[in-house]
């Protein structure tokens, strides 16, 4: 696992708007935030209080906007007002998605995602190198919730986020609700996901709630959908233990975007990740070295 230097070994929790103005007027006990550049980079007021909370909390930056994936290319505009923000703040880390969210020009409001084949392993490797340069630091690619695989992906998702470590040297972001839900929606184990996950890489994870629905048609089916709107699934939870068991300790984040309960719920999750955490890992020799 690879850890920067000085970040919390305990869990954290994402920072949202809503909780923005309570956690910079009380400061609530938390590990480390996470935010999204993109709810503050047109938003000065909110954006005057991130840098007043930044002084008390270690805080990661995780980019929903930085569209590693997108055939035009990375927005080096976005990219430019995102480094001068993670220049401010110096984050202890800094993530996005392996997906793309931009096309010609116009952000899409989703996560899209791509086949896994040589054409986007060289693709992804140009702009995550690129992100890398324009940010200066090491960029975290999470793992996708897929609900549909392509037909013409020639490799696993696992081989995939490998082969962009061998090219770019980027850090992987774990979401361990992400794979619960893809392995779900496409049948496949995800506890063998998690022992084909290149594990080296792994600097960060996430636990976020999903829901299920129940699809009508010829073939009735039940999708998970990762609405990060709900409690850690107990699923999940379980997932997280065996992740960390060969992960090691790792940086944990309760990820809670939709219905958003107070923050002292969220609060309460990472706290549960942090019990978890110290049982998974009694006693346990992991054989990546931190
Ligand atoms: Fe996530």
């Known amino acids: 696992m690879a850890r920067n230097p000085g970040t919390p070994v305990?869990?954290?929790?994402?920072?949202?708007?809503?909780?923005?103005?309570?956690?910079?007027?009380?400061?609530?006990?938390?590990?480390?935030?996470?935010?999204?550049?993109?709810?503050?980079?047109?938003?000065?007021?909110?954006?005057?209080?991130?840098?007043?909370?930044?002084?008390?909390?270690?805080i990661s930056v995780h980019s929903v906007g930085v569209s590693v994936g997108s055939i035009g290319g990375v927005d080096r505009?976005?990219?430019?007002?995102?480094?001068?923000?993670?220049?401010r703040l110096d984050p202890i880390m800094v993530s996005g998605h392996l997906a793309?969210?931009?096309?010609?020009?116009?952000?899409?409001?989703?996560?899209?995602?791509?086949?896994?084949?040589?054409?986007?392993?060289?693709?992804?490797?140009?702009?995550?190198?690129?992100?890398?340069?324009?940010?200066?630091?090491?960029?975290?690619?999470?793992?996708?919730?897929?609900?549909?695989g392509f037909a013409h992906s020639t490799m696993t998702e696992t081989t995939f986020l490998a082969e962009l470590v061998r090219r770019t040297d980027c850090r992987l972001l774990c979401d361990i609700s992400n794979v619960h839900v893809s392995a779900q929606n496409l049948g496949y184990d995800a506890f063998r996901y998690i022992d084909e996950f290149p594990a080296?890489?792994?600097?960060?994870?996430?636990?976020?709630g999903f829901v299920a629905e129940d699809e009508d048609g010829p073939m009735p089916s039940r999708v998970l959908i990762d609405?990060?709107?709900?409690?850690?699934?107990?699923?999940?939870?379980?997932?997280?233990?065996?992740?960390?068991?060969?992960?090691?300790?790792?940086p944990t984040l309760i990820e809670w975007d939709n219905d958003l309960p107070d923050f002292a719920t969220l609060a309460g999750e990472a706290r549960r990740a942090d019990r978890i955490a110290a049982e998974a890992l009694e006693g346990v020799a992991h054989a990546v070295a931190v």
């Open 77 to 87: 505009r976005h990219l430019a007002r995102v480094r001068e923000l993670i220049d």
């Open 100 to 148: 793309w969210s931009t096309h010609e020009g116009d952000y899409l409001n989703d996560l899209w995602p791509l086949p896994y084949d040589a054409e986007s392993v060289a693709l992804l490797a140009d702009h995550i190198n690129e992100v890398q340069d324009a940010l200066a630091r090491p960029y975290h690619l999470e793992n996708p919730s897929s609900y549909l």
């Open 10 to 58: 305990q869990a954290g929790v994402g920072l949202r708007l809503q909780h923005l103005a309570e956690v910079a007027a009380t400061r609530p006990a938390a590990a480390w935030l996470e935010v999204h550049p993109e709810n503050f980079l047109a938003n000065p007021h909110a954006l005057e209080l991130l840098h007043d909370i930044a002084r008390d909390y270690p």
């Open 200 to 208: 080296e890489a792994v600097g960060e994870l996430h636990l976020g």
């Open 227 to 250: 609405t990060h709107s709900r409690p850690i699934d107990e699923n999940a939870w379980d997932l997280y233990a065996y992740a960390l068991r060969r992960f090691g300790q790792t």
